[in-house]
């Protein structure tokens, strides 16, 4: 079983910054990508940026030059800076973690809890 927590939410204010935390841990043989979804309130959840175990990394249009994602050395813990943020950027945001566990080496595809991010004056 893999756990997946996120830290690090709150509220700013428009044009602030914040940076979300995520730790992935339990049985774990491989990562192979982590990464930040976000839903807003009475919307699917949609992807804000992946990073692959490569360091590889992918952006929503909708946060390219604002939000970064970056790892740890560890690859199994997982970081968003979020910049210049806009009222629209209030969601609730998840950690997902992907790759394959130690017990019987099946792929796991894992969930945070989420947490909020509300960005308002």
């Known amino acids: 079983q893999v756990q997946v927590v996120e830290s690090g939410g709150g509220l700013v204010q428009p044009g602030g910054s914040l940076r979300l935390s995520c730790a992935a841990s339990g049985r774990i043989f491989r990562i192979n990508a982590m990464g930040w979804y976000r839903q807003a309130p009475g919307k699917q959840r949609d992807l804000v940026a992946v990073i692959s175990n490569s360091g590889s990394t992918n952006y929503s249009d909708s946060v390219k030059g604002r939000f970064t994602i970056s790892s740890g050395s560890a690859k199994d813990t997982v970081f968003l800076q979020m910049n210049s943020l806009k009222p629209e950027d209030t969601a609730v945001y998840y950690c997902?973690?992907?790759?394959?566990?130690?017990?019987?080496?099946?792929?796991?595809?894992?969930w945070g809890q989420g947490t909020q991010v509300t960005v308002s004056s």
């Open positions: 997902n973690a992907k790759g394959v566990n130690n017990r019987n080496y099946v792929s796991f595809d894992s």
